[in-house]
């Protein structure tokens, strides 16, 4: 699964050979993984050079300093979680999106995230770029999954908003974010199964 995309099309070269766009991947992919070894703190704009294996004139052809390579990152982190989900019916469809998120979790990105959430109590760019990155792609996800569950009938309107909504991946969070246990598809199945898919089908109308 490709963890980062690149559609950059207006953005241009500050000038001298133009720029490849092909390298954005690879140079965005390079950041992630150092982000998780070492942290915002102790990036560089070397060490992402020889990371991805290019100049480091590539690099400052796309960012001046490394928070701008940073947020630029985060705001196109992981597009696929933006894909819709619809395997026609809500309980395979909340089962999809929550093992697509511990694969997200236990994926560059997962690590990365973590590894940025103390700098971006420091850092407002970086909390933003995170807020319209890849939080606003992964509620845009769920949003859809609950209005076609809506629309089937599966579901009252108003989901997208209700507690249920934010249960769904509470605990995967939780062991994510704060007590550092595992988490796996068989956690997930375990929650999905014991407190989840329960309360989805209590508010079957």
């Known amino acids: ?60 052809r796309r960012w001046r300093t490394k928070q701008d390579l940073v947020v630029d990152t985060i705001a196109v982190m992981n597009q696929s979680l933006a894909t819709p989900v619809d395997t026609g019916a809500l309980d395979s469809d909340v089962r999809a999106i929550v093992h697509r998120l511990v694969d997200v979790i236990n994926g ?20 933003e770029a995170f807020r319209t990155g890849p939080l606003q792609a992964w509620r845009d996800s769920y949003a859809r999954m609950w209005a076609q569950a809506e629309a089937r009938g599966e579901l009252p309107g108003g989901t997208d908003h209700s507690v249920l909504a934010e249960t769904t991946t509470a605990l ?33 109308p």
């Open 1 to 60: 699964m490709a963890v980062v995309t690149s559609p950059d099309p207006a953005r241009t070269s500050r000038g001298g050979r133009p720029r490849d766009p092909s390298r954005d991947g690879v140079i965005r992919e390079a950041i992630l993984r150092l982000l998780g070894e070492v942290g915002y703190g102790a990036l560089t704009m070397d060490a992402v050079a020889a990371e991805a294996g290019v100049g480091k004139a590539t690099i400052y």
């Open 108 to 127: 560059p990105v997962g690590t990365a995230i973590r590894s940025l959430l103390p700098s971006m109590q420091h850092q407002p760019a970086l909390t």
């Open 172 to 204: 995967l969070v939780q062991r994510w974010l704060l007590t550092g246990e595992p988490v796996t598809h068989d956690y997930a199945d375990a929650v999905l199964d014991a407190v989840v898919l329960p309360m989805v089908r209590n508010l079957h």
